[in-house]
């Protein structure tokens, strides 16, 4: 039975990247086995680097669209490991009457930011990637019907190819007014809300202003980091018109698709796709309130912060800066 061991043995032979060893008692710590012999009739993640280099730091791009990905580390954790206990005497929310006290009768509403949920869950983010854009149908009636938050991710009107832009702004995404109508077919205007999230690129593209003037957006996120890697997103781009289009509009393409050699490279079929990614911020105490009040004016009526996995310090700092911000969550 293949498993996934508690060290770093793991990091050498993934599913994720189709990637083997020849024998199975592989060193604890590099995941190597013990004999690397030159002939080896398997290629493991060090063998596979040497051929492919930081291109294989992801999981194998042809997925990318269809598939999602998770990591393979195990912190020792588990959800067996939680046992709800229950009460034996009272009862809260409720009268402690035995007729009354009854399975159909719990609720499990909420808050969060003034905004009332019928769960607490707030699902998301899902921005620009094809996943999200495949899936959003589902995602958007299934979280109107359950009356909850749902988010939609950051860069959706910069890579929307149909997306209007006048000096640099977008005027008009049809992704974007798909997303926000389809939600809201199905709400009910009473729990749970659509949120907006916007990154360094999107405040760029004015898309803050887009969705609360023209869409009526409540919720607007202001995205610093995610917990998957504390930085911005990435999404594979298979077209070089598309992949030039993108750079054009401000984000950061690799390689340079406006580079000749790096054009004839892709023509020739060296790399079959470029890599879109968003810019990592570096928020100041004074900019965060500042740009909380000018949502507010705007009027955004909550908003919120994602952060990524930080240090301690970091996390004490977010903290301390949105309660004088007053963000609502």
């Known amino acids: 039975m293949e498993r996934v061991f508690r060290n770093s043995s793991y990091l050498n032979a993934m599913s994720t990247t189709g990637t083997k060893t020849r024998v199975r008692d592989v060193n604890p710590q590099s995941g190597m086995c013990p004999l690397c012999i030159r002939e080896c009739p398997f290629l493991c993640e060090i063998g596979l680097s040497t051929f492919r280099g930081r291109e294989v730091l992801y999981p194998d791009p042809e997925y990318f669209g269809e598939s999602t990905a998770s990591s393979l580390k195990d912190y020792g954790l588990d959800w067996s490991h939680v046992q709800i206990l229950s009460s034996l005497r009272g009862a809260e929310g409720i009268e402690p009457d035995p007729d009354k006290m009854l399975f159909p009768n719990v609720s499990v509403e909420t808050e969060i930011g003034g905004v009332k949920l019928k769960m607490p869950i707030a699902m998301g983010a899902y921005g620009s990637t094809d996943i999200a854009r495949k899936y959003w149908d589902g995602l958007a009636v299934g979280a109107a019907l359950a009356g909850v938050i749902l988010i939609v991710g950051e860069n959706v009107c910069g890579v929307d190819p149909a997306s209007e832009f006048s000096n640099g702004k977008v005027i008009r995404s049809p992704e974007m007014e798909r997303r926000i109508k389809l939600f809201r077919e199905f709400w009910d205007g009473r729990y749970g809300d659509v949120a907006v999230q916007t990154n360094i690129e999107d405040q760029r593209m004015g898309v803050d202003e887009y969705v609360v003037s023209k869409l009526e957006v409540n919720i607007v996120e202001r995205k610093w980091g995610q917990g998957a890697k504390a930085i911005g997103g990435e999404i594979r781009v298979r077209s070089l018109e598309r992949a030039i289009e993108l750079k054009r509009r401000g ?57 990524g996995a930080y240090r301690p310090i970091d996390v004490a700092w977010t903290l301390r800066v949105a309660s004088e911000a007053k963000v609502d969550y």
Do not use: C, N
């Open 251 to 307: 984000y950061l393409v690799l390689p340079d698709p406006e580079d000749p050699e790096v054009q004839q490279a892709f023509k020739d079929g060296l790399f079959k796709s470029f890599e879109r990614h968003s810019r990592v911020g570096s928020p100041k105490a004074t900019d965060v309130i500042e740009d909380v009040e000018k949502l507010r004016e705007m009027g955004a009526k909550v908003v919120t912060i994602k952060t």
